[in-house]
């Protein structure tokens, strides 16, 4: 199996590197795995002048898998869209096809301690949010920043089509089908006409869908709900937008940002498997960075993209010995618990996987 | 002094009743109202068949300030919009430019209970959260549902001129000068040509305001800091979609949306004050709802449009007194205290006053 490790920017390379490590500790008894690096976000554009240099993009669409870091940083941000970093990702998702993002948010036991919430609000949350990625007002024309009538005026354009809607619908029931068969949509339908189109097709799809029970919330009341009965949620559906603020709040309720995986994915079951937890450059090269994250996007991509559920579950099990044996990074710290580093915690990841 | 009291819907018209007896009450020995009721919302809509009646459009325009309940109900949301009561609210912001959304958000001493989050997290919270509430992807043309190769497209666009956005920006400057000195300026600047401009306005406009702190954050980042660190947050300034969620996630951090008020300003200093809880169909009409948003939000308005920054102390203030002495609403119930309903705590606010 072919993986193509796009490690990027900030602490990308640094996590990335021990969920390699991971992988090759399980193929000692296990699945066979080639990985091919490339370079990507700010690391791109200084190698090439592109932060997606073609040949990234074409070994990532070519490869079983991608294991991705984290692209961009605050600096390049003020660059212009094509000199950023970030956009590379974005460009990626686009070029890939990659409209299912899958973003998982559960409270390890270990770690209640970690989050802001009260314990009892927090304990036992499961949930996925299911975030389309490849639509919205992230892509859509027109857009611009234009003068008219003499000052400057900034435009951008939300927009779903059926089918788009109709495919992440879909995607949406059937992990609900897999878990707790509750769906909750959620939109802006009180406000926007793309919404309501969105609601629409939804409510439609779940025509095939008869044991999932569907439901729908405004956007605000969404964020409300996950913040005052995080445990009502079993799988969330949105758009790009939306799901880029629902995902985040929902990954900060725990605390432990710094655990949570991702799988972006394409109709053919292709996909990319990053960190939610971003580039932090500010830790970058400190031997700071949690690692777990990546090594959990790692477990995501086996089960996801290269079809082995088994070895997955080794590897999610691995991680929940060393954090149940109290190794912690500066992260997720606690008092009475051993603090590590990035490299010492994928060295004990892989440890357990021996 | 003339307030048009637009209750509206659910439980709007019960709560706003117990903010007019607390005006009547402050009257007895200070500042002098009269009131004239008109119907809004669903209730507007069954009247006269808009949701928005010219009549009490007319009247809340020429009143000194506007006392809102509650518009729409989920029911109605599903009828086209001109015939939504929650659509009459977005029609009377546009007609009254009220393109100044004040949403504070304290935690009561008394209610941190309530919240679900940890106390140690949530204690001494004081934000501003200030929406622009007139432009944005709620009014940007063009908008609507197209059929382009044989399937149906829903768009909507989002767009604000440098003009809005200035103005808004310096709403934000001058209520930081009135507290900590912190402006945030919420975008997605990484992904939008509209929050690019955005962006760019709201660092000329810092030029005027150089005893003021101006950080911006992006709006997936803004949502988890609000979990996080709500406490880090004095003045948070956004545009009209992403201040409609982040509004709302920071109203539910403190685990009281009963207890919060809004002020919507215009211009000339005219205003809209509602509480921020919304129409609530499920306990209207049973005695259940916390009238001390709406109480509260009289108390804005009048330190905000009626020039009685007095008054709106003593209304404050016996608020917090009747706090102190135990009484609560159901929503904010806790053991040890004495459960009453809507009408007792807008009585015993009455009491206070006398
Ligand atoms: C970096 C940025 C463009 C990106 C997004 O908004 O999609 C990030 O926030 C994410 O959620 O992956
Ligand atoms: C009812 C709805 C149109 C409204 C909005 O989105 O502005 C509400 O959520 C609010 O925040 O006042």
Redesign the interface.
Known sequence: MHIAVLAGDGIGPEVTSQAVKALRALAANGPQFTFTEAPIGDAGYDQTGDPLPEATAELAERADAVLFGAA?TYES?LRPPEA?G?HAL?RLRKRMDLFANFRPVFAFPELIGA????RE?IEGVDLVVLRELTGD??F?QP???VT?GG?????????????EIRRVAHAGFKAAQQRRRKLCSVD???????????REVVIEVARDYPNVELTHQY???A??LL??RPRDFDVIVTGN??G??L???A???T?S?GMLPSASLNATGQGLFEPVHGSAPDIAGKDLANPLASILSAAMMLRHSLGQPEAATRLERAVRRVLAEGLRTPDIMEPGATQVGTEAMGDAVARELA
């Not at 000052?151 to 089918?163: D, H, I």
Request: one cysteine or more; charged letters at 25%; hydrophobic letters at 45%.
């Open positions: 961009g941000d950023r970030g974005l989050s802001t919430l009260r609000v007002i992230y859509g857009r611009g920043i008219e000052e400057r005026v900034g435009f951008n354009t939300m927009r779903y089509t059926e089918s802006k339908a009180n406000v926007l006409e793309t919404s309501a189109l969105w956007v605000d009341a964020c409300m913040i005052r937008i939306f880029d603020i995902s985040d709040a990954a900060m309720l605390g940002i």
